[in-house]
Structures are given as C-alpha cells and as structure tokens.
C-alpha cells in the first residue's frame, strides 16, 4: 500500500454536547493504492454509500432523502482507458449473503489461504495475492445488497423494503448507477457476476437497468446458476428438481470412477426422462 485517503462523515455532533437531530448520513469511503506480486498496479475503494430516494407529502416534495447506507468494494486498475476497460459487479446470493464469498474467494486480487479440498489447511487463515483475480482483465466492484455485510437501512426506515425481488433489485441497481456515474464509467464495457441467487439476481437488474436507467450491459456471468427457484426446491407433486439434478449426480459419480452410469445420464436425462421420472418421484 502506498497511499491512503478517505471521504470523512459531515455532520457530526458539536463539542461538548449531544444535538437533538442525529446527523444526516453521509458516503463514507477510504481508498488505498496497492501492487500485487502479480504485477496489477490498482487501487482500492471501499466503504458505504447512500441511497437516497425522493418523498413527496400531500403532492409536496421533501426532497431526496437518504434511506439506506450500502457497503462495497471497488478495484480499479491504474493508468487504463476507462472506454475501453470493462467493469464487472459482482455479488452473492442468499438471498443473505454479503459478496464476501465472490470477493475474498474467487474475484477479487487477494484471497484466503483455506487450502482444497484434498489439502486443507487450519484456522486461521492468511491473505495471498490471488494470481487468477478477474481484475487482470476488468475492474471489479463488489456489492453487499442492505442487510448484508456492513449494508443497513437508515435509522427508522424499514430494512423488509429490500428483501422482496423488488426492492433488491432497485436498490442494488440504484448502486450501479451510482457508481457508474461518479466514476465516469457509462462508456465501459459492463458486466454482472452473480452467484446463486445473485445469478436471479442479475437477470432481473439485466432487464431494470435497461429499462429505468438505459443502462445496456455487456454481459453476465451466471455462477451457481438458478433462474427458477423451483427448479431446485424438492417438494411434493414438484418433479423437475429430480430430472436437473440428475447429470450432476452423474458427473460426480463419473468423477469418483463410476462410469457405467455415464450411460444412464444420456438415456434418463433426455426428453423420456421427465414421465419415467415423474412416476417415481
């Protein structure tokens, strides 16, 4: 790290005594510069913005009001075109979780050290330069939707207002918006990375920023891929999980040196596979 700054609060309370009115909630966001042992020279930003959305009363505006606070993370490299570098927002699924698991354990330019699966190794666990980071080839910004992580609504607004589809999308749009404006980012190639339900998440903010903000993007990377929840949720009178999940079963039995049941992949998983399936289910 080389250098370090940050955005601080406004607002804060006199010398010497309390104010009757809490200070308005303000960006909150410190940035350090780093070199990674793989040779990416970047900087990092990380902290809570506010969302804001306007109030009216009786017809009457109350303005802009802040109505909750998001934590994220953002690398951008150095010394790049931002027209021609593309930016990749990223987060996880749950719906619950912060983007902790993308960021510190796949995308991000450090990683935990846990070990794999045949070689794990003990807590706790160090930090490494992660040689793979997708910052090598776009800037990252990784998000934690309200609840999650550090990410809270504002004292005395209703944190259930986010956790419908709905409101997860328009506040987690309302996120890269933001972001996109404030760092003049509108011309970069964009991307989501969802994981999980993060990938619902993605195809549903594809479509609302498209259509509230005009916002096109470029791509999306679909981890974990669920579009249809119901696709894997086994209950009664419910048989499609039992057919999707079945080339996995499968793979993992090849893998393991099963391969007789290859064979029954091809054959129970193509179009005859659903009513045979269906009568046992």
Not at 155 to 167: A, I, N, Q, R, S
Request: with cysteine; proline share 6%.
């Amino acid at each position: 790290m080389s250098t370090a700054g940050n955005t601080p609060r406004n607002g804060s309370a006199a010398d010497g005594g309390d104010t009757a009115t809490p200070p308005e909630p303000t960006d909150d966001l410190v940035t350090t510069t780093h070199e990674s042992t793989a040779g990416l020279s970047y900087t990092a930003t990380t902290g809570r913005i506010v969302l804001r959305r306007e109030v009216l009363t009786d017809g009457a505006t109350d303005g802009h009001l802040p109505k909750a606070e998001v934590f994220l993370t953002a690398y951008t490299l150095n010394d790049t075109d931002p027209a021609t570098r593309p930016v990749t927002f990223a987060f996880n699924g749950g719906p619950g979780s912060s983007s902790v698991w993308l960021h510190m354990g796949l995308l991000g330019p450090r990683r935990v050290l846990s070990g794999d699966v045949d070689e794990r190794v003990p807590p706790p666990y160090g930090l490494v330069d992660n040689t793979e980071t997708l910052l090598a080839h776009s800037d990252l910004v990784f998000i934690d939707p309200v609840s999650t992580g550090y990410s809270r609504a504002i004292k005395g607004e209703k944190p259930g207002d986010y956790h419908g589809f709905t409101g997860d999308i328009e506040s987690v749009g309302e996120v890269i918006r933001l972001w996109t404006s404030r760092n003049g980012r509108w011309m970069s190639p964009k991307f989501l990375a969802g994981e999980s339900y993060g990938t619902l998440r993605a195809a549903g903010l594809a479509n609302h920023l498209q259509d509230r903000h005009g916002m096109y993007l470029n791509g999306l990377l679909l981890i974990s891929s669920v579009l249809d929840l119901g696709s894997i949720d086994f209950t009664e009178g419910n048989e499609v999980p039992y057919v999707l999940y079945l080339p996995t079963y499968a793979a993992v039995a090849h893998y393991h040196g099963l391969q007789l049941l290859r064979l029954h992949t091809f054959l129970l998983a193509s179009s005859k596979a659903t009513p045979v399936l269906c009568r046992h289910a």
